[in-house]
């Protein structure tokens, strides 16, 4: 049983558009969500996360948006860059097992330039 | 800092042979964690740690033991390899189970 389902599996924009990746979960004990970047031949690196009293977080070009009712969550990359190419990866995580990640199969992005 | 480091970076065994698989993190977590990468498949965890003494099993622990006798380090073996077991394996810890630093990851092939 898949608890993250994760789609796109691939993606390609072009520089300047905006990328969006999306997640569900199903268990609603999950309490924090990830997402993390990943370059070939590298480990993932945390990118941006949120909690689900928060309906969007922003970081720079990165935004999570969150809707608990629907059980969804979604990173949105705006003005899409060539070294934002990388595999994407969401997370969700229950505090009270908080060792315990279950994540995404990833969505790997190409910008194109 | 050097953060989370793995070692070695590629390894190649024969089925049937054991290594096992260095994770080591200077920055004081408590916690860690073991996950395999496959295509398509996103990253699984195999086991976790919660302290020093503290282990517990992922979502994929056949076929891998684990201890944490300090904080610092988190070995993971391969009892047996299969080739199965060909993977890229990530070692990440973290303050409290949140915000994962991980590792470069060991490439493993099992031939």
């Known amino acids: 049983q898949q608890q993250v389902k994760q789609s796109p599996q691939s993606l390609i924009v072009q520089k300047g558009g905006i990328s969006i990746i999306n997640c569900a979960y199903e268990n609603t004990a999950f309490d924090y969500f990830p997402w993390y970047q990943q370059f070939p031949g590298k480990g993932p690196a945390l990118l941006i996360a949120i909690r689900p009293d928060v309906s969007e977080k922003k970081e720079g070009r990165f935004t999570i948006s969150f809707n608990k009712s629907a059980k969804q969550f979604s990173l949105h990359i705006m003005d899409s860059q060539p070294g934002d190419s990388a595999t994407y990866f969401c997370a969700a995580i229950i505090n009270t097992n908080a060792g315990k990640s279950t994540f995404g199969d990833g969505t790997t992005l190409t910008v194109k330039p | ?111």
């Open chain 2, 1 to 111: 800092n050097a953060g989370v480091t793995q070692t070695p970076k590629f390894q190649v065994l024969k089925t049937g042979q054991s290594m096992t698989l260095q994770c080591a993190q200077d920055m004081n977590h408590e916690y860690m964690s073991w996950y395999r990468q496959d295509p398509g498949m996103g990253l699984r965890l195999i086991h976790y740690s919660v302290g020093a003494g503290i282990t517990d099993q992922g979502e994929v622990p056949n076929g891998y033991n684990v201890s944490r006798s300090t904080t610092e380090d988190f070995p993971l073996r391969l009892l047996s390899a299969a080739p199965s077991q060909t993977s890229v394996y990530f070692c990440a810890s973290s303050v409290q189970g949140y915000e994962q630093y991980f590792g470069p990851g060991t490439r493993l092939t099992v031939t």
